[in-house]
């Protein structure tokens, strides 16, 4: 199938329009909250909270007997925003630290909920398979009122973060700063907490409990590597998480209807690794390169200096010296004699060099911090 | 002189059986302390002391065991847009994706209340603020590509932003080169001239006969407060630090 076809597929087929769209919202909201989880340094809660979901929705069930995604995820929100709060009241009684607080919660609460999905598994009804798709999600059970409420719970999301934009970004900051400004510094703490733990929810049906998190996490750290400015980084970051999401289901709904959630999670981590090589900034590739001109600069000014010690001794800057005193000096190349010639810092002639006027007076000023000009 | 001028000025900041404590061990114990209008005031004493804890509970950022602040005889809860803070540097990540220009923004934020976004005038305001410090030229900057120093003066201008009549500060002069310190010292002392009342955190006690004109001793209790031509001498320094102060004065 090719490009033309498959978009084609998309607005005829009802069941790939409904996956690509819950997955492209899912992505966006994601990815634009991650943000707030990355630069609060809480990557982990994520983790944990999609983790401490799962008994939710096993006891859902179990009370209720019925697989309705709704009442399921209203399950996984409760025992979610528990494990959060139980984090926090670790962390805030004990003298433990938040990470062994959040993986002590992440694997308490999961391995509950695996305790509980086997016990429902052995249960003679016939109803109870299926509820192991929220390990690893199913995008394929999505329909069409499940992407509704993905898109009313985003659209709310974003209000409120248009609404609350200068008080988000002020508190991920500087907090204290934000209290003494008169700001209720809990209120927006919790806003922006119940909003991951609603996105993280939403996502659980489609990515899973165990990958949930990187859908947080990944758009999020892509982003950060091509701006400093936060509003492009949210933006950025929902942008990755979307393409993630489509790019994701196009590949799964293509190639043998490859498991949507782990390829879409995978796409998004495409993104970070794209993103950490070659960010103009940040990238490690633009890095080793600034790096590697930076060496041969400071060779090149070494080796300069060295040759504006020998001239100083003479009475005559520009008297020729045998090129061969050059040869036991650390950092000397044939390549930078001839870089310095091109710059007209140095005259050769022969095996002999001199130092021009303007070398001298270039390499007598060189890293003198007063005038940064010369550098 | 300063007698005088102290019964006429009002009490800029109160603070009356100030308790504080982390975990068994008070941080704080029984603090009363009577801040006048218009002092340039340095807390120091020794490490654990409590010189950050004091103005952190004073500013509503730890909650204290017992005890109240007032601001010019208000409860400080009402008399917020009084107040200004300084933090310490590193008490925030400076990798964040923000410019200068935008943390300094921040200090009109209060002013603002919830919703409302800066607009020209609290552009403007933090423009002023940021040539006061002398980092106009660094606007645009991320601020993780400031030193230390710079960083210091950006928080600086944020708090100068938010136009107060009293400034808490947790040591400004911490890791800064002593240019930074002189032209932070300089601004202090205009604010206190245009009658401003300025508390800092400070460490460096040979500075303190220098920089300020107040002090208040402190290590757990209140050792003394008052006038640094009356009270800074060695009786009251040993009081604080122990015997073996003068090691300290001469690091």
């Known amino acids: 199938m090719n490009i033309k076809e498959y978009i084609e ?92 607080a959040l993986g002590l919660i992440l694997s308490l609460f999961f391995g509950f909920g695996m305790l509980l999905l086997t016990f429902i598994q052995k249960q003679p009804n016939a109803n109870q398979a299926g509820l192991d798709k929220y390990l690893f999600g199913q995008a394929a059970t999505l329909v069409e009122s499940d992407v509704w409420l993905m898109a009313l719970v985003s659209g709310i999301c974003l209000l409120v973060l248009l609404f609350f934009w200068k008080e988000f970004k002020i508190l991920l900051f500087d907090a204290d700063y934000t209290k003494t400004l008169g700001f209720n510094t809990k209120f927006i703490d919790v806003l922006i907490t119940s909003f991951i733990v609603l996105a993280i929810v939403l996502g659980l049906q489609t990515v899973g409990v165990v990958l949930m998190s990187a859908m947080l996490l990944a758009p999020a750290a892509a982003a950060r590597q091509w701006t400093n400015k936060l509003s492009t980084m949210v933006f950025l970051a929902a942008l990755f998480g979307a393409f993630s999401g489509v790019f994701g289901t196009a590949i799964s709904a293509t190639q043998n209807n490859l498991s949507t959630g782990p390829v879409i999670v995978i796409i998004a981590g495409v993104f970070v ?100 000009t010369n550098e | 002189m300063i007698d005088n001028k102290n019964k006429a000025t009002p009490i800029a900041v109160k603070v009356d059986d100030l308790t504080v404590a982390y975990n068994y061990k008070p941080v704080l114990w029984d603090i009363d302390l009577e801040i006048p209008e218009g002092v340039l005031m340095a807390i120091v004493g020794p490490n654990g002391a409590g010189k950050s804890t004091l103005i952190k509970s004073i500013l509503g950022i730890l909650k204290p065991i017992a005890g109240s602040v007032s601001i010019y005889g208000k409860p400080y809860d009402k008399q917020r847009k009084l107040v200004a803070y300084v933090p310490q540097k590193g008490s925030v990540d400076w990798d964040f994706p923000t410019t200068a220009l935008d943390v300094v923004m921040m200090g009109t934020y209060g002013n ?23 980092m106009l030229p660094f606007k645009n900057r991320q601020i993780s590509q400031l030193s230390g120093g710079q960083q210091q003066r950006i928080f600086l201008a944020r708090a100068l932003v938010q136009n107060a009549s009293i400034y808490f500060m947790d040591e400004p002069f911490q890791g800064v080169d002593a240019t930074t310190e002189i032209a932070i010292i300089n601004i202090l002392k205009a604010l206190r001239k245009a009658g401003k009342t300025v508390i800092v955190v400070h460490h460096d006690l040979q500075t303190v006969p220098e920089y300020f004109d107040w002090v208040t001793f402190l290590n757990v209790k209140k050792i003394a407060t008052g006038p640094v031509k009356d009270i800074f001498n060695d009786d009251y320094l040993t009081k604080t630090y122990g015997i073996n102060y003068k090691v300290s004065l001469q690091k």
């Not at chain 1, 270039?362 to 003198?368: D, E, I, K, Q, V």
């Open chain 1, 9 to 100: 597929l998309l607005f005829t087929d009802y069941t790939l329009r409904t996956i690509t769209l819950g997955t492209a919202i899912l992505g966006a909201v994601t990815g634009m909250l991650g943000s707030f989880a990355v630069l609060r340094k809480q990557s982990l809660l994520g983790d944990a909270i999609s983790h401490a979901a799962l008994p939710g929705i096993a006891i859902a069930f179990l009370l209720t007997g019925t697989k309705d995604s709704n009442i399921l995820l209203i399950g996984a929100l409760v025992s979610g925003l528990i494990g959060t709060f139980w984090i926090r009241g670790i962390v805030k009684k004990t003298h433990l630290k938040s990470d062994t």
């Open chain 1, 273 to 372: 690794l794209f993103s950490f090589v070659f960010s103009p900034s940040r990238g490690l590739l633009f890095k080793q390169i600034r790096f590697i001109k930076n060496r041969r600069d400071l060779q090149l000014h070494k080796t300069l200096t060295f040759m504006f010690h020998i001239a100083e001794d003479h009475d005559n800057i520009s008297h020729p010296h045998a090129i061969k005193i050059l040869n036991n000096f650390h950092g000397y190349t044939r390549g930078t004699l001839q870089k310095l010639e091109k710059k007209n810092f140095v005259k050769l002639d022969g095996n002999m060099w001199s130092l021009t006027e303007e070398g001298y007076k270039t390499a007598s000023n060189l890293y003198n911090q007063q005038n940064k």
């Open chain 2, 112 to 134: 603002l209340g919830w919703i409302k976004r800066p607009g020209q005038k609290q552009k403007k305001e933090a423009l002023e603020a940021l040539e006061k410090v002398g």
